[in-house]
Structure formats: structure tokens, C-alpha cells
């Protein structure tokens, strides 16, 4: 009898299966590049937005993408654009538990009325909010720490299973979104996820002229003030003239709420210095 020190001994047959045997890697690299975005905002550079969309999603050019939709004041083009393409894209939409009751109603309508089947309301964890946000009232200490919880984090677990996102951004919207590439690299983790702004370069009067054309309802809220709208505590009215998004987060120093830029990390439960609640 052969003895292995194993106690087990391969047969020559094994031996020669396990040489055939590839060795299963991980694929860790990043999805994309900037390259990657270079490229791409190269190739559509002067390609109509409808037909940018049609051979990005026809092609598989940005692999599993999702839309990540406010279903605010101008939300309803690119809703409407994917819907004519491929009413199945996963359109994502965070429910943060602090939205107008206009714009959950503007959502429901929107689905409803584009035939959105792939729609997915992402919320907080409740473990989360008990912790960090017990009394529903972070975002009057610590707004950054409210959209990290609510916005930041339900968007990061959802994302994870898929390699890009389109968004609704625009150029026009304020200074901080000024010339907007129609590609970019999403910086907000490691990932290498690709972001894709369709509508970047688009003028606040070809949104109107695509409204209209299209039939598209407006966001109840517009036409009281609101010509950008997120949660209700941190949004208010905007007056003539002023930067569409000077409303959102009035009286402090903060633009954007976080699904778009690096994350910080959050000090939880702490308050920020020179807290002075706004209620």
C-alpha cells in the first residue's frame, strides 16, 4: 500500500488534472478609468444626447448602470429620455424620510405616467438613524452628517452592484457644477464606477423647450419658488435672479450633499464645532 504524509495521495490522473487547472483570480482593478471618461466624452463629444444614451445603453458601454433621480424640479427629462429608450434602466431614488409630501406625490405620477418598472426607493438603515439621528433633527446641527446618513450611505450600498450611474446634473445649476463632462470617474469611493451626466451641457431653456414639448407635468413645488428641491428642512425659496441652488442649505457653507463628492467621515454623535441648531 502507498503511503502519503498526507494521508491522502493524488493519483497520476489528478496530478495531471490539477496541472490543467487554471487558479481562479479576483478581479480587484478599478471598472474605469479617467481614461475610460476621456474617451468616452471623446467618442460623443458632438452626439446628440437621445443617441449618446441609446448607444451607451444598447452598446453596454458603462456596463450595469443605474439612474440616481431626486425626482425634483427638473428630474422629468432624463427620466422621460430613459423611458423612451429602455424603461427598464433601475432608476434610484433616495427616500430619505425628510422629502416634501409634493415631491413623493411628483414621484409616484412620474413612475406611474412613464411606465418606470425598474423604480427602487432606498432608505436609511433604521439602526443607523437610531444611533446618529434619534431625534430627526441632525440636519439642523449637522446637515453634512444628515445626508451622510440618509443620502450618502443608502446610495453607496446600492451602487455596489452596479458599474455606473447617470445623473441629472447640469452645468447651469451653479458654479460648482460648471463645466460638467458628460463622463466622469466617481470619486466617491475606490470602485472606479463611471458617472454619466447626459445632460451637462443642456441650458435651463432646453429644459423648459423639453418640458413643453414632451407634456411633461412640472414638480408642484416649481412654481411656488422652488426651482431646486431636496429634503424640505434644508430647502427653501429662491428668489429672482439667484443661483438655481442657493436654496439648498441656506446659511451655510455647503453646496452639495454628498452623493457627488469624496465622503468625509462623519464623527458620530459629535457636534460640530460652533453648533448653533437651526430650527
Not at 427629462?77 to 423611458?83: E, G, K, S, T
Not at 450618502?152 to 450600498?157: K, M, S, T
Not at 452639495?256 to 463628492?261: A, D, L, M, Q, S
Request: glycine share 8%; charged share 25%; proline share 6%.
Amino acid at each position: 500500500m502507498r503511503r502519503c504524509r498526507s494521508g491522502r495521495c493524488a493519483t497520476p490522473d489528478l496530478r495531471m488534472a490539477d496541472a490543467a487547472r487554471q487558479i481562479d483570480q479576483i478581479d480587484t482593478a478599478a471598472r474605469f478609468t479617467a481614461a475610460d471618461a476621456e474617451a468616452l466624452n471623446a467618442r460623443f463629444a458632438a452626439v446628440p444626447t437621445r443617441t449618446m444614451l441609446t448607444t451607451v445603453l444598447a452598446e453596454g458601454l458603462a456596463g450595469r448602470i443605474a439612474a440616481v433621480s431626486s425626482f425634483g424640479a427638473e428630474s422629468a427629462v432624463l427620466l422621460h429620455l430613459l423611458a423612451d429608450i429602455d424603461r427598464n434602466v433601475p432608476v434610484l431614488f433616495l427616500d430619505t424620510g425628510k422629502h416634501f409630501p409634493e415631491t413623493l406625490a411628483y414621484r409616484d405620477e412620474l413612475a406611474a405616467r412613464l411606465g418606470l418598472t425598474g423604480l427602487i426607493n432606498l432608505t436609511p438603515d433604521t439602526e443607523m438613524l437610531a444611533e446618529r439621528d434619534e431625534s430627526g433633527l441632525r440636519w439642523s446641527y449637522d446637515p453634512d452628517g444628515c445626508c451622510e446618513i440618509r443620502k450618502v450611505q443608502p446610495l453607496a450600498r446600492a451602487l455596489a452592484d452596479f458599474d455606473a450611474s447617470f445623473t441629472g446634473r447640469k452645468g447651469f445649476q451653479s458654479a460648482t457644477r460648471a463645466g460638467l463632462p458628460r463622463f466622469e470617474l466617481d470619486t466617491t469611493d475606490a470602485a472606479g464606477r463611471l458617472k454619466v451626466n447626459p445632460l451637462a451641457d443642456w441650458s435651463s431653456d432646453q429644459i423648459a423647450a423639453y418640458f413643453k414639448a414632451a407634456g411633461l407635468p412640472a414638480h408642484p413645488l416649481v412654481a411656488e419658488g422652488y426651482p431646486s428641491i431636496g429634503c424640505s428642512p434644508c430647502t427653501t425659496k429662491v428668489a429672482a435672479g439667484e443661483d438655481p441652488r442657493s436654496g439648498r442649505w441656506k446659511g451655510w457653507d455647503k453646496t452639495e450633499c454628498g452623493i457627488h463628492v469624496p465622503g468625509q467621515d462623519d464623527a458620530a454623535g459629535d457636534l460640530p464645532p460652533g453648533f448653533d441648531p437651526v430650527f
